[in-house]
């Protein structure tokens, strides 16, 4: 979230869009309902089910699964349309006035550029003057100033041609419109709520990038009761992502790539240079960031000699991929030795489970840490405990990996923080013991990585310099306490052997040591920020900076510099996180240079160019987004035909990552999460259980009477790549929608079930396609087709 | 002083914590349920389920909407339980307006269900006694609100003195008819004296898609079961008693001997 | 002369049998039913384990006391018709209290008032037996009917204990040798002949042996 949840309490409008969280989020939920209860503010719900959420609002549009940035789009067309955008914010806080390049365009699905396979991105660049920076035009008028660019783009998305590729009408479209456009006001503003309804998509990061040029339109960011929020479904998703991914090292700094065969070449990758004259540019920080980090992995070991040990650190193919469909396809074609699944149920979570219940049968070992035995650790059983569903899947005699389960603690029996979706870092303590053999998880890790170390120094191995180098100083080391491993995230100046303050004390001589740049500032000399309970609220905005600790910096809301205007003015004075006092900003802690007079640098620090991106580059299927059908389509594209689904969409190639069409399997496929359960793990649980015993097919009420289908019949949900059964749920809440003049159904999957628990049902994902978001990596879970017939 | 639990159905979500929550302090065995076409965890209360969120599809003007709304028991003023009930001491009226079970005076036979016009206790088969909310009386009891209140996260649901609640919730239909919902009301029925579980709903004059009765009364069958015929009763065992009595002083046994002999042969004109 | 040691049957085994296993099942559900009709009759709960004791038998007994009244009903339902004479008594029955014989008819081997306890228990026992079970699976049965059963029950007991009230003070204290008719199962032509004179004619019909 840029913002936070208490923060929402802040807004006037409510766009709840891509998530549900009255059903999935129903503790932040009371924030929303806050605003409305004390604010008045409106609630908008832009879903294909009509959900609990959608049952609180005061506006619910449905809308055909995966057509969101058309919706989007529309939004962004009738702001510019009807001059319901906040002028002034767009001229000062956003790329609109940057120039760019000649050559410039889109036309028929394509963005200029395209080479057949990808595209050549020269075109999509800002035209820069003699010293490198974008040339602009304030007054907004130039034909190829990124605000003209973009009035062109989105000429096409009418109400009318919104309501044909949504497949709502035209009129509920413009009400909709109407509501979150009273957050153009400049003392009006409103949030934008979403979660899995809009990551699950193939187009899934330009949709976010929707969102933002929304909120950027409207003023909306920076602002409390503004931003672009995202809802984290696990306690600490958001921690596991600061703390990196396959293509990330904590704090969002790039894992180095194979061609970058030295620290210089990496950080001269790897940290942007400053598009406009006067611009902060944070990131050019990189180097203070990476080589900190590097002291933490590595301590003394690490020198400036060595390069920090940057030839320790793994690195990835210059193309190379290994997010979640990439890996699962090399395991699929035996590229894998083993997998250590931990916190992690894959053959639940990821999408065709008929592939990857094959891929895991081709591992030589698999190791999985949890409370429970899951499917993941079962796989081998798949066949023998749902064979109805995997019957082409090998019996347990012909599969050779050798699978290790090991007792893992619960969330309850140990210490550490969760980052909630708020970004802040709160400090729990452990309530019980593990229970048995099981064991916390960092002792799982700390004793795997002391025998592979002993057993390399006994027997030797390849590549021992990234294990041996490894700086591992804990009290206990076989048990690391998770203190020390938060004082050693937050960093230490290595000179004085003092804890930091915050990473503006980051150095990139090698004299302090960082585990993750955003998280420095959480245990500090003064202790552990992250277990503070204070409950003061001196700005009476909710920011509460006494409650545990937020990244980056104690600060509450990113971007809090815009919402003042250039010269410091707030847009809204009632609602104002930080106010200039004549030598230093007040409030929150500013995202800012806390001492830099208001004009004296533009808003956005963190960008090169210091404005916010309408226009972002850098994303891989161009720099405004574009709607695209999902993989799977009842209808080709209305806007292009021949260009219908992302060009850019990433898909394998194996036997099952089979594709439906509209004439076998015409009906839109939805999966979600219910509140009565969490993934895949609740079912575990007596309590969940209870509230939820039985999987379930979400029918609408016109399909199913056709269908002569009552609700409590038992069905059987058919994609190309599975089939799932299960009694129907029949539901008007379910709407026929008319796409193009043609009726489109949508059918309703949670997901909660497998073959292991205290109720069991089908896994959802034996329908889901190996289809995948291009920029994140993240599978299409919604929007797919399938049939359906009674059984 | 009274209390009351008012449930602003307009800020429920349905996300049914009040139901574990009541799950887990009355440490209730948990069940597994059959799927009956809805979300609602089960079809109704059950002896170890005290708390059940009722959910409503309604079509109405062209567009649906989904009510959701918290059944349990409303502790009535005039409560039909306790008027139903023949245990002394079995069904208490709190001082607070609580009313609450004393499973130790129960002797299960199931009255206060027929006596209740909201339908709300329920017979056990294992223990054979009759089980519903209790408004967490143990927590009331110590100064806690009841567990529903404590884990509801959107405040639909809120607990204090009576008069407050009915305050706030007169309030809050103010504004929804300023909003437009002009059917708004509270729901604090009058034909069992008051409940001290009250709703704001939105469309006070449709109670029943919310699942609540029109009008709630304690049935007069039980009314007269409790009333006119225990005079009836105690007149006729009395008067019998007493009738016989006298009758047997006034002309004593119906015997022969008194009556003189008579010629067994005599006609019997 | 009617010798006092003729011994004329009256009840045979089986139907004092009927008869206690009624009486006795009657007064326990009675008893049981009362404590649970008035709180202030609660304490007669104690006398039978509390009132969670007999809730659990208070039904038993009264399906025992109405089987035996269909055992009874199929054994005295023929005999307990009304006759012409029957009706004649019941239109003077204050004569039989007021102890008038005289101006009253015959009666067979139940009177007319007999016939009517036996009617109105017959007819109360359904009432109890129909509401009873209602109010015995509380779960099981539509609201609408319990509300019913709730005041139908009582009320049919009322009646039914007050006409029992009234046949034990007949047995007992009324019309003495009765109670040895019920124990024993024999009466003497006496009293047979006066309290039912024409069953005795038929028995004397029957049996001219017992002529002197």
């Known amino acids: 979230?840029?913002?936070?949840?208490?923060?929402?309490?802040?807004?006037?409008?409510?766009?709840?869009?891509?998530?549900?969280?009255?059903?999935?989020?129903?503790?932040?939920?009371?924030?929303?309902?806050?605003?409305?209860?004390?604010?008045?503010?409106?609630?908008?719900?832009?879903?294909?089910?009509?959900?609990?959420?959608?049952?609180?609002?005061?506006?619910?549009?449905?809308?055909?699964?995966?057509?969101?940035?058309?919706?989007?789009?529309?939004?962004?067309?009738?702001?510019?349309?009807?001059?319901?955008?906040?002028?002034?914010?767009?001229?000062?806080?956003?790329?609109?006035?940057?120039?760019?390049?000649?050559?410039?365009?889109?036309?028929?699905?394509?963005?200029?550029?395209?080479?057949?396979?990808?595209?050549?991105?020269?075109?999509?660049?800002?035209?820069?003057?003699?010293?490198?920076?974008?040339?602009?035009?304030?007054?907004?008028?130039?034909?190829?100033?990124?605000?003209?660019?973009?009035?062109?783009?989105?000429?096409?998305?009418?109400?009318?041609?919104?309501?044909?590729?949504?497949?709502?009408?035209?009129?509920?479209?413009?009400?909709?419109?109407?509501?979150?456009?009273?957050?153009?006001?400049?003392?009006?503003?409103?949030?934008?709520?979403?979660?899995?309804?809009?990551?699950?998509?193939?187009?899934?990061?330009?949709?976010?990038?929707?969102?933002?040029?929304?909120?950027?339109?409207?003023?909306?960011?920076?602002?409390?009761?503004?931003?672009?929020?995202?809802?984290?479904?696990?306690?600490?998703?958001?921690?596991?992502?600061?703390?990196?991914?396959?293509?990330?090292?904590?704090?969002?700094?790039?894992?180095?790539?194979?061609?970058?065969?030295?620290?210089?070449?990496?950080?001269?990758?790897?940290?942007?240079?400053?598009?406009?004259?006067?611009?902060?540019?944070?990131?050019?920080?990189?180097?203070?960031?990476?080589?900190?980090?590097?002291?933490?992995?590595?301590?003394?070991?690490?020198?400036?000699?060595?390069?920090?040990?940057?030839?320790?650190?793994?690195?990835?193919?210059?193309?190379?991929?290994?997010?979640?469909?990439?890996?699962?396809?090399?395991?699929?074609?035996?590229?894998?030795?083993?997998?250590?699944?931990?916190?992690?149920?894959?053959?639940?979570?990821?999408?065709?489970?008929?592939?990857?219940?094959?891929?895991?049968?081709?591992?030589?070992?698999?190791?999985?840490?949890?409370?429970?035995?899951?499917?993941?650790?079962?796989?081998?059983?798949?066949?023998?405990?749902?064979?109805?569903?995997?019957?082409?899947?090998?019996?347990?005699?012909?599969?050779?990996?050798?699978?290790?389960?090991?007792?893992?603690?619960?969330?309850?029996?140990?210490?550490?923080?969760?980052?909630?979706?708020?970004?802040?870092?709160?400090?729990?303590?452990?309530?019980?013991?593990?229970?048995?053999?099981?064991?916390?998880?960092?002792?799982?890790?700390?004793?795997?990585?002391?025998?592979?170390?002993?057993?390399?120094?006994?027997?030797?191995?390849?590549?021992?310099?990234?294990?041996?180098?490894?700086?591992?100083?804990?009290?206990?080391?076989?048990?690391?306490?998770?203190?020390?491993?938060?004082?050693?995230?937050?960093?230490?100046?290595?000179?004085?052997?003092?804890?930091?303050?915050?990473?503006?004390?980051?150095?990139?001589?090698?004299?302090?040591?960082?585990?993750?740049?955003?998280?420095?500032?959480?245990?500090?000399?003064?202790?552990?920020?992250?277990?503070?309970?204070?409950?003061?609220?001196?700005?009476?905005?909710?920011?509460?900076?006494?409650?545990?600790?937020?990244?980056?910096?104690?600060?509450?809301?990113?971007?809090?510099?815009?919402?003042?205007?250039?010269?410091?003015?707030?847009?809204?004075?009632?609602?104002?996180?930080?106010?200039?006092?004549?030598?230093?900003?007040?409030?929150?802690?500013?995202?800012?240079?806390?001492?830099?007079?208001?004009?004296?640098?533009?808003?956005?620090?963190?960008?090169?160019?210091?404005?916010?991106?309408?226009?972002?580059?850098?994303?891989?299927?161009?720099?405004?987004?574009?709607?695209?059908?999902?993989?799977?389509?009842?209808?080709?594209?209305?806007?292009?035909?021949?260009?219908?689904?992302?060009?850019?969409?990433?898909?394998?190639?194996?036997?099952?990552?089979?594709?439906?069409?509209?004439?076998?399997?015409?009906?839109?496929?939805?999966?979600?999460?219910?509140?009565?359960?969490?993934?895949?793990?609740?079912?575990?649980?007596?309590?969940?259980?209870?509230?939820?015993?039985?999987f379930f097919v979400e029918l609408p009420a016109e399909l199913a009477a056709a269908k002569g289908i009552a609700s409590g019949d038992m069905i059987r949900v058919r994609s190309a790549r599975g089939h799932v059964e299960g009694p129907a749920l029949v539901t008007k809440r379910l709407r026929t929608l008319k796409v193009k003049g043609e009726k489109v159904y949508q059918i309703g999957l949670p997901i909660h079930w497998g073959f292991v628990g205290k109720v069991t049902g089908p896994l959802i994902n034996n329908l889901t396609p190996s289809a995948y978001d291009p920029n994140s990596g993240t599978p299409e879970y919604k929007g797919f087709l399938v049939n359906v017939e009674k059984i | 002083m009274l209390v009351a639990k008012l449930i602003d159905t307009t800020l429920c979500i349905g996300c049914k914590a009040c139901e574990v929550a009541c799950q887990e302090w009355n440490d209730q065995e948990y069940t597994l349920g059959t799927f009956d076409g809805s979300y609602q965890t089960m079809a109704d209360l059950a002896p170890n389920f005290w708390n059940l969120i009722k959910f409503n599809e309604i079509e109405k003007d062209g567009g649906t909407s989904w009510l959701m709304s918290k059944y349990q028991c409303m502790h009535c003023a005039d409560a039909g339980c306790i008027a139903a009930c023949p245990a002394p001491g079995a069904i208490v009226q709190l001082a607070n307006g609580t009313v609450d079970f004393a499973h130790d005076n129960c002797i299960g036979c199931g009255y206060c269900i027929t006596g209740c016009p909201f339908d709300i206790p329920r017979l056990s088969p294992k223990t054979k006694k009759v089980y519903k909310c209790s408004l967490c009386s143990d927590r009331t009891a110590v100064g806690l609100e009841p567990a529903c209140i404590k884990t509801c996260p959107t405040n639909c649901l809120t607990f204090g003195e009576r008069d407050e609640m009915l305050r706030v919730a007169e309030a809050k239909t103010v504004e929804l008819r300023a909003d437009g919902h002009k059917d708004a009301g509270i729901y604090n029925p009058a034909g069992v004296g008051g409940t001290n579980v009250i709703y704001v709903l939105k469309d006070a004059k449709a109670p029943e898609s919310y699942g609540l009765p029109r009008d709630p009364t304690i049935p007069w069958t039980v009314q007269l079961w409790k009333g006119p015929m225990k005079w009836l009763g105690s007149f006729a065992f009395i008067g019998a008693v007493l009738g016989t009595f006298f009758h047997y002083v006034i002309y004593g046994p119906q015997d022969p001997e008194l009556h003189g002999h008579k010629d067994e042969e005599a006609p019997h004109d | 002369m009617i010798s006092p040691e003729i011994r004329i049957p009256r009840f045979d085994a089986y139907e004092r049998v009927m008869h206690w296993m009624s009486a006795l099942s009657f007064v326990y559900a009675a008893l049981t039913g009362l404590a649970i009709w008035s709180p202030k009759l609660y304490w007669l709960a104690a006398l039978s384990g509390g009132g969670f004791v007999i809730r659990g038998t208070h039904p038993w007994a009264g399906v025992i006391f109405t089987a035996v009244m269909g055992w009874m009903f199929a054994r005295w339902a023929k005999t307990m018709g009304l006759d012409a004479d029957d009706r004649v008594w019941l239109g003077k029955m204050e004569k039989y209290a007021t102890h008038k014989h005289d101006e009253l008819p015959e009666s067979g081997r139940f009177n007319a008032g007999q016939k009517m306890l036996f009617w109105s228990q017959v007819l109360t026992a359904l009432g109890l037996l129909g509401s009873g079970v209602v109010l015995w699976f509380p779960e099981s049965a539509p609201r609408t009917l319990r509300l019913a059963a709730i005041a139908l029950h009582p009320l049919a007991a009322i009646g039914s204990i007050a006409g029992i009230i009234v046949h034990v003070y007949m047995g007992v204290a009324a019309v003495p040798q009765s109670m040895r008719a019920m124990l024993r199962g024999y009466v003497v032509p006496e009293w047979a002949r006066f309290h039912h004179a024409k069953w005795y004619r038929e028995w004397r019909d029957a049996n001219t042996l017992q002529k002197p």
Request: glycine share 8%; net charge negative.
């Open chain 1, 1 to 694: 979230m840029t913002n936070g949840w208490t923060d929402v309490a802040n807004a006037d409008v409510v766009l709840v869009m891509g998530g549900n969280p009255a059903e999935n989020h129903p503790v932040g939920f009371r924030f929303v309902m806050e605003a409305k209860r004390l604010r008045k503010a409106k609630i908008v719900c832009i879903d294909p089910r009509f959900t609990r959420t959608a049952a609180v609002s005061d506006c619910y549009v449905p809308i055909r699964s995966g057509t969101d940035i058309a919706f989007l789009g529309g939004l962004i067309h009738y702001a510019l349309e009807t001059g319901k955008y906040q002028r002034k914010y767009v001229e000062q806080h956003t790329n609109a006035s940057f120039l760019i390049a000649e050559g410039f365009g889109f036309e028929g699905g394509h963005f200029s550029g395209w080479q057949g396979t990808k595209y050549d991105k020269t075109t999509w660049q800002y035209e820069l003057d003699a010293q490198g920076h974008a040339k602009t035009d304030p007054k907004l008028e130039h034909p190829r100033c990124v605000f003209q660019l973009m009035k062109t783009h989105y000429q096409r998305y009418t109400p009318a041609q919104v309501a044909e590729i949504c497949g709502c009408t035209a009129e509920e479209f413009v009400k909709a419109a109407e509501l979150i456009t009273i957050a153009a006001a400049e003392d009006k503003s409103g949030t934008v709520l979403y979660a899995l309804g809009w990551t699950h998509h193939s187009h899934a990061v330009q949709l976010i990038h929707a969102a933002a040029m929304v909120q950027l339109l409207m003023g909306n960011i920076g602002m409390p009761g503004g931003g672009v929020n995202a809802q984290r479904g696990h306690a600490n998703i958001q921690g596991s992502t600061d703390m990196g991914a396959w293509n990330m090292l904590p704090g969002y700094l790039k894992i180095p790539r194979a061609n970058q065969t030295d620290i210089d070449e990496y950080l001269k990758a790897t940290t942007p240079k400053s598009l406009a004259a006067k611009s902060l540019n944070y990131w050019g920080n990189t180097p203070k960031f990476f080589k900190s980090l590097m002291k933490a992995y590595y301590g003394k070991n690490a020198t400036v000699e060595n390069g920090f040990g940057y030839d320790w650190l793994p690195k990835i193919s210059e193309t190379g991929d290994h997010s979640w469909g990439a890996f699962f396809d090399d395991m699929y074609h035996g590229k894998l030795e083993g997998l250590i699944s931990f916190g992690m149920n894959p053959i639940a979570n990821g999408p065709n489970t008929g592939k990857m219940l094959t891929a895991l049968s081709k591992l030589k070992w698999l190791i999985v840490a949890e409370n429970f035995e899951t499917e993941t650790a079962a796989f081998w059983r798949a066949k023998e405990l749902a064979e109805k569903y995997y019957a082409k899947i090998p019996e347990a005699s012909q599969i050779q990996t050798e699978v290790f389960l090991l007792p893992a603690s619960n969330f309850a029996e140990k210490d550490g923080a969760f980052v909630n979706s708020s970004r802040w870092l709160q400090w729990k303590e452990a309530a019980l013991d593990p229970p048995g053999a099981a064991k916390r998880d960092q002792e799982i890790l700390s004793k795997l990585f002391l025998e592979i170390r002993r057993l390399y120094k006994k027997d030797g191995g390849a590549n021992p310099a990234p294990l041996m180098n490894m700086q591992w100083d804990y009290a206990r080391p076989e048990l690391p306490l998770l203190s020390e491993v938060a004082r050693e995230v937050n960093g230490v100046d290595l000179t004085t052997i003092k804890q930091l303050n915050g990473f503006g004390e980051l150095k990139d001589d090698g004299t302090t040591a960082c585990g993750n740049w955003i998280y420095s500032g959480s245990w500090t000399e003064a202790g552990n920020m992250m277990a503070r309970r204070g409950q003061g609220d001196p700005t009476g905005l909710g920011l509460y900076p006494q409650w545990a600790w937020s990244w980056p910096a104690n600060r509450r809301i990113l971007y809090n510099r815009a919402s003042a205007d250039e010269n410091g003015k707030p847009w809204d004075e009632t609602r104002a996180p930080l106010k200039w006092d004549g030598e230093r900003w007040r409030g929150d802690v500013p995202d800012y240079k806390a001492d830099a007079e208001p004009g004296s640098l533009p808003a956005f620090i963190m960008l090169p160019e210091g404005v916010a991106r309408l226009f972002a580059p850098d994303l891989v299927e161009g720099p405004f987004p574009e709607h695209y059908e999902p993989a799977e389509s009842p209808v080709l594209n209305p806007l292009h035909p021949l260009v219908s689904s992302n060009p850019m969409l990433k898909r394998y190639s194996s036997a099952p990552d089979k594709f439906g069409e509209a004439k076998d399997f015409p009906y839109v496929a939805i999966t979600y999460r219910l509140t009565e359960h969490f993934h895949y793990w609740t079912k575990h649980t007596s309590s969940s259980a209870e509230l939820q015993s039985n």
